[in-house]
């Protein structure tokens, strides 16, 4: 008995493979009412949205001629009518393969399932060149952050107001064994919670990397050299590669002298040497690393007249700043070992108390940087969240030096940025 379901269940899985690599909707809407959107070929592992955008790859190919085909006239070759062919052909490869996207990932299907090639669908739209379909799994990906999202916080309000009757109609509903519904930026989606997922809300989806806690990054030793800064697990913590980052945001942040400037997160000091450089009429730094603080100690930081460092995590500290009502025109926000959560939290909540009208601040895009779509889900994610917590956000691009040819993460093994490109953001208060 159980191998006669073994054997239905795979048939299921290769049938659901088949409708979605063929672009056939109707089949797979049939399918898809008793079976999982998120099944996964035991060769390739390709889920049903690999598939279909997998067969878009052969959208250019050439046609036949046929009966419709105009006749030719003299000076025409038969290569005369293959081009607008093949682009009619691919139009409708990439319009019927995105109605199968959507389908599924209205039905479940998630976003960034791994095939045995450890690309995500996106990845895989994005490596065919196919523009359209990877701009879906993007805005699929934005969708599903923002939704569990939403979901961290529904738990945070029931573990506030335990006693208070919650709206049921505005919370995500349980449709089903591990499936929510949710009606989010006026459409209907189902997103499901299974172990394959969990890791939505992670901006690293290489398994070679293991999560790093904050506690047991400041309990960790460091290791010290001119070009890097490593947590004992030879994490890549800061990178002598990103001084021009550094510099390149100092100069955008702080383009006059005699500014007010807060830091958080000294590392190895680049940004606030630059900082530095404008000669601020007052520079604080917020650091909690023990042996940065040592550090920073013997590199003098402690005897400039402008600099007021403040040891300790920027939770337990800056709150303390809000109180003595100190005023900044320059922020930026740079730890390591946070989540996506510590940056909400702080823009959402602190910046507010700390940046003067007129004021600018940013943060390190390091978020999801080794893996293009996480990096575009988060910058999107991120700029939502600024808009509705009202900042304004311009997004300047910079080159990335080619990191594999100047051997940079040579002796490192968390490869924090992987990316050609870097999304510099410069926000303020919105007018």
Known sequence: METTQNISSELEAQLMLLAASNHEFETLRTLLRNSSANVQDPQTGYTPLHSAIAACKHSSIQPTESSDTPALVNGQTNGHYSSASSERIQSDSLESGSKTMRLLLQNGAIWNDLDKSNRTPGCLALELGLTVLYDIMVDAGVRAEMLLNRLDDYEVLQDECEDEDEDEESKPQEIGKGIIQDDFLGETIK?????????????????????????????????????????????????????????????????????????????????????????????????????????????GWLEKSNVRVHEGRWQDVVPKLIEEA???????????????????????????????NGGKWGFFNGLGADRQICYDVYIKVTEMDLFEAGYDVQWVTLKVPDLEESKAWKGVKRRYFTLNEYKLPICAFLS
């Open 326 to 356: 100190i005023l900044f025109d320059v922020i930026y926000f740079d730890t390591f070992a946070e989540d996506y959560k510590a940056l909400h939290d702080f823009f959402s909540e602190y910046v507010i108390g700390l940046l003067d």
């Open 191 to 299: 997103v499901a919670l299974t172990d394959a997922d969990a890791a939505q809300s992670q901006p690293h989806l290489n398994a070679d990397n293991q999560d790093i806690t904050s506690e047991a990054y400041l309990r960790s030793d460091l290791i010290f050299s001119p070009d890097r800064l490593l947590d004992e697990g030879r994490n890549g913590v800061m990178m002598a590669w990103e001084s021009e980052i550094m510099e390149r945001t100092a100069e955008l942040l702080a383009p006059k002298d005699g500014l007010r400037i807060l830091n958080i997160g000294h590392g190895m000091g680049i940004i606030d040497a630059s900082f530095q450089a404008t000669s601020p009429v007052s520079h604080h730094i917020i650091e909690a690393h023990p042996e940065v603080l040592t550090q920073m100690k013997t590199n």
